[in-house]
T-cell receptor, first 114, second 113 residues
Framework: ETGVTQTPRHLVMGMTNKKSLKCEQH?????MYWYKQSAKKPLELMFV???????ENNSVPSRFSPECPNSSHLFLHLHTLQPEDSALYLC?????????????FGSGTQLSVL | GESVGLHLPTLSVQEGDNSIINCAYS??????FIWYKQESGKGPQFIID?????DKRQGQRVTVLLNKTVKHLSLQIAATQPGDSAVYFC????????????FGTGTQLKVEL
């Protein structure tokens, strides 16, 4: 266990549904991330939060809406997704200081959009 | 833009042999590198890291080598075991890049019994 917990592990949703992915960490980290992992492609950074403030939005479509209420919790709200959004969505966290680039990942949410 | 790539998508080794997974990077400003292991159904798991002021770093059964001259990174796994079967990713963090990592596409390591 890495200390980063994601729920649900699997999610199937229709294109008109609204769902949310949840991530929490109790490692004392101050930064949290959402990554998208598609088959045979590098991990794609979606969003970065530092001390609850969004510091990176990697040109992600607005149908993905992140929320970070505190440094321990991160959500990804999904609405009107497309089939090409089907992928593994990974949450990660990292500590402050020089270790800030050392990411700890959750197990991911496998999302299927029908 | 900058990229991180892996030489081989799949590597098959016999149990007990040593494995070497290679990674090329193009951003000469990168000063921190990480290797991750991802097993099926799990998220990437940190294996070992190295900063650009080092050429080599050893962990438990793993060694990372960094050649800054040719911008090459390698992960060596000694006495490969079936539990080592996974996808291995290298990632780089450029100087001034904050806490962002750029990942390669991964190498699938298959351990044959």
């Amino acid at each position: 266990e890495t200390g980063v917990t994601q729920t649900p592990r699997h999610l199937v949703m229709g294109m008109t549904n609204k769902k949310s992915l949840k991530c929490e960490q109790h490692l004392g980290h101050n930064a949290m991330y959402w990554y998208k992992q598609s088959a045979k492609k590098p991990l794609e950074l979606m969003f970065v939060y530092n001390f609850k403030e969004q510091t990176e939005n990697n040109s992600v479509p607005s149908r993905f809406s992140p929320e970070c209420p505190n440094s321990s919790h991160l959500f990804l709200h999904l609405h009107t997704l497309q089939p090409e959004d089907s992928a593994l969505y990974l949450c990660a966290s990292s500590p402050p200081g020089q270790g800030g680039a050392k990411l700890f990942f959750g197990s991911g949410t496998q999302l299927s959009v029908l | 833009g900058e990229s991180v790539g892996l030489h081989l998508p799949t590597l098959s080794v016999q149990e007990g042999d040593n494995s070497i997974i290679n990674c090329a990077y193009s951003n000469s400003a990168s000063d921190y590198f990480i290797w991750y292991k991802q097993e099926s159904g799990k998220g990437p798991q940190f294996i070992i890291d190295i900063r650009s002021n080092m050429d080599k770093r050893q962990g438990q059964r793993v060694t990372v080598l960094l050649n800054k001259t040719v911008k090459h990174l390698s992960l060596q796994i000694a006495a490969t075991q079936p539990g080592d079967s996974a996808v291995y990713f290298c990632a780089e963090n450029p100087t001034g890049g904050g806490n962002k990592l750029t990942f390669g596409t991964g190498t699938q390591l298959k351990v044959e019994l």
